[in-house]
């Protein structure tokens, strides 16, 4: 916006009181104003890699990265590229063929090759269906002709199996089916006619079978250095929160109403190991040695400062860069390529000081947004560093930001959930789910597990497996 030359100062002197007050109130809204319109444009410049917008977001007219010049390489797999090849399966049936004759010579051939070329053929059973009748008989008794049942069997007490309740499990908090859907794709593919409201009877036992499961989840993690985040979320028609913490191997999901101090307790309890987190308030009690800041989301703010234009676009443009350096330096101590203490002698030192002086020259840039920034930044600068003097901790929270975007798929085409209970539901399936993956656990198998023990009274799996 552009502001009106002002008055020469001899003029300005020279008009009445009530005058100068006009100029000087409108001068002050023409300032206000510009802010305002400078803020909306900065706004409407916003972007997933400039914010913490999701790419799906983004705009036709936003372009992600610098167009790269053609390659003069031919397409699909280089010379030397690493092999993906196709995962062999442990077999149901061998079928071997042997040549009878020497391709070349013609002598006949006998004798086993040791190591045979294996061509692999994966397949449905034709019946997928497995029907038990459980026969109570009911007898008379011979002495006073009394007519006795027998006892009801409590695997049968549900109509459907611990196997079946568990794939609907998984197809509804997971595969983000409805329950139509799933009602629909049981008829189909297996010819079982399931109802809705057998769907959802099997969803509520699922989560009572899942519910100590989640809980033990969760004190794990509480103990543990966790990737944290959260996300909107529906519970019916109000506002919720997806929150997440992510360990090495074991995953937690809490969907809570309010996203508030008192929702992040529940999730990381009241000591808990190093959180890398994002710079939203609630997150700020947090001591420095008890907190990483994610440079993932630094790098979006350094970014922020570049497509402002202002005074501060050349600190960021130099915050960029060194997070840039910082991420590829980090990823050869995170490759092995690299020692941690080769990082915290060789590349910590200067990295550190070179990013606090850049910090320290932006807060006193011309750009008000920029400044705040760099202030905070300075405000909480040890928590920038707590990767480096902690194993196991990663400079960014990618891994809860992951696990938050596969759990967000589920939003998306679910739109929430409709109850207390399906949120519930949701969180525990999530993260049985969310867990067994790196783990590398069969997820239908353990489902399984604990549905059967849970109506046995039995011992059910530990979701922290061996090596969590």
């Known amino acids: 916006m552009t502001m009106p030359p002002p008055l020469p100062e001899e003029l300005f002197a020279s008009q009445p009181v009530a005058v100068q007050t006009y100029l000087r109130q409108l001068e002050a809204f023409a300032t206000q104003l510009a802010a305002q319109v400078a803020q909306l444009e900065a706004k409407l410049q916003q972007n997933s890699s400039n914010s913490s917008r999701p790419p799906s977001s983004d705009g036709p007219q936003h372009k992600r990265g610098v167009p790269r010049p053609p390659s003069q390489r031919r397409r699909g797999g280089q010379t030397g ?22 391709g070349r010579s013609g002598t006949s051939l006998a004798g086993d090759d040791p190591e045979p070329s294996i061509d692999q053929v994966i397949e449905l059973p034709e019946k997928l269906r497995w029907v038990t009748h459980h026969r109570r008989h009911t007898l008379d008794c011979p002495l006073c002709q009394a007519r006795t049942t027998a006892a009801p069997v409590p695997e049968a007490a549900n109509g459907f199996g611990p196997r079946i309740q568990a794939a609907t499990a998984y197809f509804s908090g997971v595969g983000r089916l409805s329950k139509r859907t799933i009602a629909l794709l049981f008829a189909d593919l297996y010819d079982i006619p399931m109802a809705l409201g057998s769907v959802r ?143 915290q002698r060789e590349i910590l030192p200067w990295l550190r000081e070179e990013v606090h002086l850049l910090l320290e020259s932006g807060s006193l840039c011309g750009g008000s947004k920029t400044a705040g920034v760099c202030n905070e930044l300075l405000s909480l600068e040890a928590s920038l560093w707590t990767f480096a003097s902690r194993p196991g901790v990663e400079p960014t929270n990618n891994a809860a930001e992951r696990a938050i975007r596969h759990a967000v798929c589920w939003r998306k085409t679910s739109y929430g959930t409709d109850s207390e209970r399906g949120s519930r539901f949701v969180e525990r399936i999530l993260t049985v789910v969310a867990s067994c993956r790196p783990q590398g656990r069969d997820v239908l198998e353990f489902l399984t597990q604990a549905i059967t023990a849970h109506q046995n009274g039995s011992q059910k799996p530990s979701i922290l497996g061996d090596g969590a």
């Open 81 to 102: 590229h690493s092999k993906h090849d196709r995962v062999i399966l442990p077999p149901d049936q061998v079928v071997d063929y042997k040549p009878s004759h020497c």
């Open 201 to 343: 009877k099997l969803e509520a036992r699922t989560s009572l079978a899942l519910h100590s499961i989640h809980d033990e989840a969760l004190n794990h993690t509480q103990t543990r250095d966790a990737n944290v985040d959260e996300t909107g979320w529906k519970q019916g028609k109000k506002k919720a929160w997806l929150w997440a913490a992510v360990t090495r191997l074991v995953i937690v999901f809490l969907i809570r109403r309010h996203r508030n101090r008192g929702a992040f307790d529940e999730l990381v309890g009241s000591a808990p190991g190093v959180l890398t987190t994002d710079r939203y308030s609630v997150y700020t009690h947090l001591p420095s040695e008890k907190r990483q800041i994610c440079w993932a989301h630094l790098r979006r703010d350094f970014q922020a400062m570049i497509d402002r234009r202002d005074p501060g676009s050349g600190v960021g443009e130099e915050l960029l860069l060194h997070a840039d350096i910082l991420a590829q330096e980090w990823g050869k101590v995170r490759a092995g390529t690299r020692t941690r203490t080769w990082f």
